[in-house]
Each structure stands twice: as structure tokens, then as C-alpha cells.
């Protein structure tokens, strides 16, 4: 069997930094090695001001937004912003997407096109739609709740290893719920997306299950299953090569601090400790574009602007995992428990078995 299934992993997850006009009708395009890159899951973070993480989809559309925090879903009319065949239009001036000189930065992933499966409720499992894509090991399911324990179909060849809920309408201000399979105390554990608390007790979130290789449980919570409300969730699975979803645990060391092997060179890199209240932080390669050491930080559960942590965090990103390069609790504290999600820039071997050792 090939190391990896994908060698350019700019087929499938792409990040893009743009300048804003301040001038509706900005078109954004993609650079990726790739070619024409059309986002079905987009990101969007402003850089220089504090503004909020923002999150659109082609299975709800472009004209819906959900930001990383509890508010409910706005709809957008006119859309803010457009798919494009090869990047996004924004057609706002709106300081959250396109204030004039101001920086900003786009994670995307590709899906299916917005083409989905659709299925029917039956007893508590909820109805809906799910588009997916086993090659990268993501799917996007959008659901009506039951409000009762049931399951929802991920359609990946494998159990997910992230699961991400938002509520879209239920009015009552729910979290984003995370849940990492295996990765924390027990299954009724998960971590909320929005805040920075430690993973949390929930019982009720996902019925104090883990996904299986076909399903994911939900529970009876209002921020995951309410009768009759709207919810988006988001799947990750382990791709060898591509994505990986994993733990470390930190060493408090800044000359040797804690190596996580990934089998890739990283180019992007959510990090979050669970076993104490800290904010989750994310790197990328695009926005520390000079030499292996990261250091330019955003923070997803709060809306601040970019910061370089230059003397206070810094991770290296080697040609097969990565590094941390200080003791700052927040990625590196002795003992301390992480969980982590990261995309590849390179795999570390080609599908020929080849190895891959330079960016």
C-alpha cells in the first residue's frame, strides 16, 4: 500500500492571504499548486483588526454565516460572499471581510462541490444532507434535530478522529461542540470550540458515545440535537500523508520541547490544551513565511487580530511533524495534555515511496 494517497495536498486544502479594497466586489484568487481551487468549506479570519473568525459552507450556502461563538446563523442578502471557480468573491466592505488595506486570511477545503446526499429522518436519527469526500477524509452533514439519541450516517471509509457541531437556529446561544475520538478522558469529554475551557463533561452532547466507521451519535442536547432546529456538522478523518488529528503531551522544555510526528511536513496547525482552561491557537505556514520557526499565532475562540508571540510560543514545522520551541503553557506545559489538528504542506513520502525532505 502507497505511503500516501495524495502527493499535493493543495488539491484538497488550501490557505490564501488577500488585502482588503475596501471596494464591494473584491475577487480573491486562489493560489494553490494545484490549480483552480473553488472552496466548499471557507474560513475567514481578519489579520490586522479584531473582527471574528467566520465560517461559510456550500451545503448551507454562501449566503450563510456562522461565526466561531454562540450566535445563531446569519443570512446574508445580498450575499457577502460568492464562490468562484478558482477562490471567493466579496461583496461587502465590511471590516470583517474587506476593510480597505487591511490583511486577512482564508482556510478552504474542497468537498464535493456542494453536491449532496440527501436522507430521510427515521424514528431519532435526523434527516438531511451530507457531502463528502473519502480521498481527504472530510464531510459536511446539515440536519434537522429529533431531540432524541440517534445517529447520523458521516459517509468516510473510517471513523472521523474531529467532530464539530454548531446549532444554526435554535435562540438559545449554543456552543460549538468538538468531540476527538479516543483523544480525551473519556467519550462523554469534549471541548468547546468557542471558549477556553478545558474539555468539559457532557454527557448529552453526543450520548456519551465515540463515532463508529459509518456513524456519529448525537444526544439530546440543545447544541446538537434539538426537535425541529437546524445543525451543521463537520467530519475529519486521519488521512496518512494529508491530516492528522492527535495528542502530545508537553515537556515544558524550549530547547527540546515535545516533537509530534505527523508523517508530513505541516503547512497549517490548530493547537489546544484540554486538561486546563487555554486559548486554541493556529499557525500556518503562509502567514510565517520565512524559515521553519512559527510564530505569528490566531486564536479561534476569540475575535483578536494576529499576534507574534516572537519571545513567548514558537513551533518549528519539520519535514515530518513539528516541534515546540518554548515553555509557554498554552502549547508546552510540563504534563501538560494537547490535542492537535493539522494539513500537510508535503507528505513526508510520495504515493511512489519516494521521500519528500524539502519545502
Known amino acids: 500500500m502507497a505511503y500516501t494517497t495524495i502527493d499535493d495536498p493543495s488539491q484538497y486544502f488550501h490557505t490564501q492571504l488577500y488585502t482588503g479594497s475596501g471596494s464591494s466586489g473584491l475577487s480573491v484568487t486562489n493560489d494553490a499548486n494545484a490549480g483552480d481551487f473553488s472552496p466548499d468549506w471557507l474560513w475567514l479570519k481578519p489579520r490586522s483588526v479584531s473582527d471574528n473568525h467566520t465560517i461559510f459552507d456550500s451545503s448551507r450556502g ?26 471567493f468573491d466579496v461583496d461587502t466592505t465590511d471590516q470583517n471581510y474587506n476593510q480597505s488595506s487591511a490583511t486577512y486570511v482564508a482556510w478552504q477545503w474542497k468537498v464535493n462541490a456542494g453536491s449532496r446526499t440527501t436522507f430521510t429522518e427515521s424514528s431519532n436519527n435526523p434527516g438531511g444532507g451530507r457531502q463528502v469526500n473519502q480521498t481527504a477524509g472530510i464531510s459536511i452533514i446539515d440536519y434537522t434535530g429529533t431531540g432524541g439519541n440517534g445517529t447520523v450516517a458521516h459517509g468516510l471509509s473510517d ?5 464539530i457541531v454548531k446549532a444554526r437556529d435554535t435562540g438559545t446561544n449554543d456552543s460549538w461542540f468538538t468531540h476527538w475520538t479516543d483523544l480525551l478522558t473519556d467519550a462523554a469529554r469534549i471541548i468547546y470550540w468557542n471558549n477556553q475551557d478545558g474539555e468539559a463533561n457532557n454527557a448529552s452532547a453526543f450520548n456519551s458515545t465515540k463515532p463508529s466507521s ?20 463537520y467530519c475529519i478523518q486521519n488521512i496518512r ?4 488529528v492527535g495528542r502530545y503531551v508537553g515537556n515544558g522544555s524550549s530547547d527540546y520541547g515535545t516533537f509530534v510526528n505527523c508523517g508530513f511536513a505541516p503547512q497549517w496547525l490548530y493547537v489546544r490544551r484540554f486538561d486546563s482552561g487555554d486559548n486554541g491557537q493556529l499557525i500556518d505556514r503562509k502567514r510565517n513565511s520565512v524559515g521553519n520557526t512559527m510564530d505569528d499565532f490566531l486564536i479561534p475562540d476569540t475575535s483578536a487580530a494576529e499576534t507574534s508571540h516572537a519571545n513567548n510560543i514558537k513551533v518549528d514545522f519539520l519535514s515530518n511533524g513539528f ?12 504534563g501538560g495534555d494537547y490535542v492537535y489538528w493539522a494539513y500537510a504542506q508535503l507528505p513526508q513520502v510520495s504515493s511512489d515511496g519516494v521521500p519528500v525532505t524539502g519545502f
Open 62 to 87: 454562501f449566503d450563510r454565516q456562522l461565526k466561531i461563538a454562540t450566535d445563531d446563523e446569519d443570512t446574508h442578502s445580498p450575499a457577502r460572499i460568492t464562490r468562484e471557480t478558482d477562490g
Open 159 to 163: 471513523t472521523p478522529n474531529l467532530v
Open 214 to 233: 459509518s456513524n456519529v451519535t448525537i444526544g439530546t442536547n440543545s447544541g446538537t440535537n434539538t426537535d425541529g432546529k437546524k445543525y451543521i456538522m
Open 241 to 244: 500523508g494529508y491530516s492528522k
Open 323 to 334: 516541534r515546540m520551541r518554548q515553555t509557554n503553557g498554552i502549547v508546552n506545559a510540563n
